[in-house]
């Protein structure tokens, strides 16, 4: 499957911004979803992760009740609603699929076989 990130840009910090990640060329709905983010000199970071079918998600304790991640099938499109931001999450946001049941190891990044190309997140304080 190949995917493609988009809407991240330059907040002030308690703002919000949509990701969305546009899947193309597989059958999204066979695909567990992630989302990770890289700030510069760091190594990439697990967010959040949903299942195939939507109906479990994991969240990074950093993010949780601040994140949400969701999905919609029939557009074969995933999102990551951030709430609250702050100038920490600032990053590289990149989403990530793979066909296989979110039970260990998702919050690997070789855990996934599929990545999107990355938006930038600029929250400023």
């Known amino acids: 499957v190949q995917l493609q990130a988009s809407g991240g840009g330059l907040v002030q910090a308690g703002g919000s911004l949509r990701l969305s990640c546009a899947a193309s060329g597989r059958t999204f709905s066979n695909y567990a979803m992630g989302w990770f983010r890289q700030a510069p000199g760091k190594e990439r970071e697990f967010v959040a992760v949903m299942s195939s079918s939507g109906s479990t998600m994991y969240y990074t304790d950093s993010v949780k009740g601040r994140f949400t991640i969701s999905r919609d099938n029939a557009k074969n499109t995933g999102y990551l609603q951030m709430n609250s931001l702050s100038p920490e999450d600032t990053a590289v946001y990149y989403c990530?699929?793979?066909?296989?049941?979110?039970?260990?190891?998702?919050?690997?990044?070789?855990?996934?076989?599929?990545w999107g190309q990355g938006t930038q997140v600029t929250v400023s304080s």
């Open positions: 990530a699929a793979v066909q296989r049941p979110i039970l260990t190891g998702y919050a690997r990044p070789d855990f996934f076989t599929s």
